[in-house]
């Protein structure tokens, strides 16, 4: 087999030829669909007459091609395994074609599929061309008109972007539905979708007085599971009006529920299609998280209209454009309607522990790559996240009125384009007047930016100095990095009043914000008029996605814990307080020395619960130890054991010397009123289930008790789910499996419950955790077909179960490496992210290296998908 090539970001040109208008019709059938595509194609103007004209098709058995009306000569035109080009064209013309596709066979999810017997598309990045023959490229953008021919009594309903203008019956019991989408867009946004589906309607009237129907359509037995999605929807409508005065443009808004699909959720142009899990919630059904986890998608999704749809993307490489700023706006609505602090630690803490990973690992990738192989590889959270990261820090920059002025320009400006990065960046420097050039460097640098800091105060003189010296590391074919632009935002806080103090800089007073900016690879910023000795607070909210490392004190970290006058940085201080105790237990357990807890920690906690909070969800995240994960992302090498060990051995020390705080928290905040997924009551939830867990680190007969009252009252999922977890994590299997039997034949019927009783299963502690999963891989309801359910049941224990996944005999290896490979043919974009774990053998010891690599290259050994060669080739290099 010939290797896969790599597309790059240089070899871009603009399209020969351009597609104003695409009709398609589709007749649905299992096994060979049938679809008709008639082109209305014109030469670009500023290409030469007479080049050919490529279109990209993959797995479509052509039937018949014409170029107006007169069917082409096999020597008109050449078929290839990758698509269909036409010779010699001429400048405008229409090009029917006739394709037979197989949506039945399709595992893969990817162009036109079939979920439970319900047809739908997925066309991003690559899909349509598995569709029809096609130049398949997000700069090639068309209105399209869709008819979708169906059985009546199995598909009464027929969908697809736009709006539908027709309908009717055809014999043989078939019946049709046209639909007109007005606005030109890129194949990949384009959706059908035909079943059995009921919908769920509603209205939200749009700024300028116009009436938008939505429509949530999903499977019958799903119909009690909309609510959430549909306010979540009205309120992000509301929110883009309010915020950004993008007003959505059609009359219908469509949100379709699949069982089986790769992703999150897709923004197609007025049909956003979804997975189940990512839009159905219901109070008995699904957690806390699951709620908030719903109503930022669909925003996210939503927000894309004008983020992504109206405004594209002129090749993939600039995927961050659209997906970049479109996470920082789905972050920044959920920070609004719901308590801002919080998500803000929650976003952060899942950043520095997965994207910090992705960009020190073999993977690594600019914000805007310069190559691929694959495009479905790079659907990130270098790209999503660290690209909302870098948005965020250009808001920060210019300021919020600028931003705006700048995004009012954007979406003015390139209205039915599809643009680059630049385009977007220029728009917000040309509102705000500032040089952003070297800003520029974050979308082209890859890796994580280290930044060693250390201050000193001048009693004398009232000075403090700080240090900031900048590097990044090398990635994967950027061995130099250049300096960036780093906006640092940071108080001084006096030791004596516990206070900011006011910051003098070259004897200016800091702007209001208090954002020194780090340009050069060192700088020392004097602060003058200063005081007292103060504690400096640096990177405030996480200002810029770095690893700033100060050489705190540990007397420091509490101050700045009691202290600080911003929340993030609060947190922050007791996460590097816990570090520090965790990295001298990480010593000690690696030495064989008896561990000990440091009292400076457990004081505090102490003063921290004593203290309190208003809001109970912070307080929750302040109570969290740093997640094993993250522990090990801080290490220099990866002592799998060693960590597990030191961080239970913190719980555990909390947990006996807190025992009365934890359990007076867990009594205030038990509450029977009826579950609503609000703010203050998730806040209340999450703060008394830490306080079970901590509890439960140390098993007493009275957390047993609580954690299995708890489940049998069965007031709402999460608490329940909560309570199921620490009773399988507990050594009482006595209690636990009752608990989990009954817990599965409750919810037998409901995939999204079940995935969640897979999941909490394969991640218990307990030795026998590896073999669970190899069991339930043969659960009748477990399929390798699903992704829900790879990922509940495999990923969750390759990704959340460490101990028992980087077992010393390699046996979590095998496993993870036999479903990617099964995988590798089923649906290789699952499988190529199923992989990553063993991507990063780099971090672990020699002989958990080697069964790594060894595994890597028995997947190697496969006749692979580009997507897992890809992976593999840069795991492996
Ligand atoms: N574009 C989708 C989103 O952000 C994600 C997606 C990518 C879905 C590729 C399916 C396939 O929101
Ligand atoms: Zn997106």
């Not at 993959?58 to 698509?83: K, W």
């Not at 639909?179 to 867009?185: I, L």
């Not at 976003?347 to 990973?357: K, L, M, P, S």
């Not at 522990?631 to 060990?645: K, R, S, Y």
Request: some cysteine; aromatic content about 10%; overall charge negative.
């Amino acid at each position: 087999m010939s290797e896969p090539k790599p597309t790059y970001r240089h070899d871009y040109r603009p399209p020969a030829y351009r597609v104003r208008h695409t009709e398609l019709r589709f007749d649905l059938e299992p096994g060979a669909t049938r679809v008709r595509a008639r082109l209305h194609v014109e030469r670009h103007p500023e290409r030469q007459a007479g080049e050919p004209l490529v279109l990209d098709g993959e797995q479509l058995l052509l039937t018949s091609i014409a170029i107006d009306g007169q069917a082409l000569a096999e020597a008109e035109y050449a078929l290839s395994d990758t698509g269909l080009t036409v010779l010699r064209p001429p400048e405008r013309f229409l090009l029917d074609t006739e394709v037979e596709i197989s949506p039945r066979e399709n595992t893969a999810l990817e162009g036109l599929y079939l979920s439970n017997g319900m047809y739908c598309t997925q066309c991003e990045a690559e899909g349509f061309r598995r569709i029809t023959y096609y130049p398949d490229r997000p700069d090639v953008m068309a209105t399209f008109s869709t008819t979708v021919v169906g059985d009546k009594a199995t598909l009464p309903v027929l969908l697809s972007n736009g709006n539908p203008v027709e309908r009717g019956e055809l014999p043989d019991g078939r019946h049709f539905v046209t639909w007109d989408d007005p606005f030109p867009k890129p194949s990949y946004l384009f959706a059908l979708v035909a079943g059995d589906l009921q919908k769920v309607e509603d209205r939200f009237t749009t700024m300028s007085g116009r009436d938008v129907t939505l429509q949530i359509w999903v499977e019958k037995a799903n119909l009690g599971k909309t609510d959430h999605a549909m306010a979540s929807l009205k309120r992000a409508m509301q929110w883009d009006e309010q915020t950004y005065g993008r007003e959505y443009d059609l009359d219908l808004f469509m949100i379709v529920a699949v069982d089986d699909f790769n992703m999150g959720a897709m923004e197609n142009k007025g049909l956003n299609i979804f997975n189940t899990a990512a839009v159905l919630t219901h109070p008995h059904t699904a957690t806390d998280a699951t709620f908030q986890r719903v109503e930022g998608i669909v925003a996210h999704e939503y927000f894309h209209n004008w983020s992504g749809n109206r405004v594209t993307c002129r090749d993939w490489f600039q995927l961050s454009l659209k997906e970049g700023f479109t996470v920082f706006r789905d972050q920044c609505f959920s920070a609004d309607v719901n308590s801002a602090p919080v998500k803000r630690i929650e976003d952060v803490a899942f950043f520095r522990t997965a994207q910090f990973a992705e960009d020190a690992g073999p993977t690594a990738h600019p914000v805007r790559p310069d190559h691929y192989i694959e495009i479905g590889n790079f659907y990130t959270l270098t790209i999503y996240e660290k690209g909302a990261e870098v948005v965020r820090m250009l808001c920060n920059l210019v300021g919020w009125e600028a931003f705006r002025r700048g995004s009012d320009l954007y979406f003015e400006r390139f209205d039915g384009q599809a643009v680059t990065i630049e385009d977007f960046v220029d728009c917000m420097a040309e509102a705000s007047g500032l040089d952003l050039s070297q800003f520029m460097l974050w979308y082209s640098q890859a890796g994580t930016p280290e930044i060693d800091a250390h201050g000193e105060y001048d009693y004398a003189n009232a000075e403090y100095r700080l240090t900031l010296r900048q590097r990044t590391p090398a990635t994967p074919d950027q061995p130099e990095k250049l300096a960036l632009h780093i906006p640092i935002r940071m108080g001084l806080v006096g030791t004596k009043s516990g206070r900011d103090l006011a910051l003098t800089l070259d004897g200016k007073p800091l702007d209001r914000d208090g954002v020194i900016h780090l340009r050069e690879a060192e700088q020392t910023f004097v602060f003058t008029d200063v005081p007292e000795a103060p504690v400096p607070s640096l990177l405030r909210g996480f200002s810029a996605p770095v690893q700033l490392r100060f050489p705190y004190g540990r007397e420091d970290l509490a101050f700045l814990l009691a202290n600080d006058s911003d929340g993030f940085n609060r947190w922050d201080a007791g996460q590097r307080l816990a570090m520090l105790a965790l990295d001298d237990l990480i010593a000690a357990h690696r030495n064989g020395v008896e561990k000990v807890m440091d009292p400076r920690v457990v004081e505090a906690f102490r003063a921290l619960l004593e203290r309190g909070s208003k809001d109970k969800a912070v307080m929750a995240e302040m109570l969290t130890l740093p997640s094993e994960a993250y522990i090990a992302e801080q290490q220099p090498l990866v002592d799998v054991e060693a960590i597990h060990a030191a961080r239970t051995f913190v719980e555990q020390s909390l947990a006996a010397a807190l025992s009365d705080d934890f359990l007076r928290l867990y009594e205030e905040n038990r509450s029977d009123i009826p579950y609503a997924p609000t703010p203050e009551q998730i806040g209340q939830r999450s703060l008394k289930n830490v306080a079970l867990s901590y509890l439960m680190a140390i098993e007493d007969e009275q957390a047993v008790a609580l954690a299995h009252q708890q489940f049998e009252a069965d007031h709402n999922m999460t608490d329940v789910r909560h309570a199921l977890t620490l009773l399988v994590h507990s050594s009482r299997d006595d209690l636990a499996d009752p608990a989990l039997r009954a817990f599965g034949e409750k919810w037998a019927h409901e995939p999204l419950v079940m995935d969640q009783w897979f999941a909490i299963q394969v991640t218990r502690p307990q030795t026998d955790a590896l073999e669970r999963v190899r069991y339930l891989m043969g659960h009748p309801a477990f399929s390798l077909k699903n992704p829900n359910r790879v990922r509940a049941l495999v990923g969750t224990f390759a990704n959340q179960n460490r101990i028992n996944f980087h077992r010393t005999d390699g046996e979590g290896y095998r496993l993870l490496t036999d479903v990617v490979i099964e995988l590798n043919r089923l649906n290789p974009e699952i499988a190529a992210r199923l992989v990553t774990p063993l991507t990063r053998w780099q971090r672990f010891d020699e002989p958990r290296q080697e069964l790594m690599k060894g595994e890597l290259e028995r997947i190697r050994a496969e006749k692979l998908s580009p997507n897992v060669y890809e992976v593999i080739e840069k795991a492996l290099a």
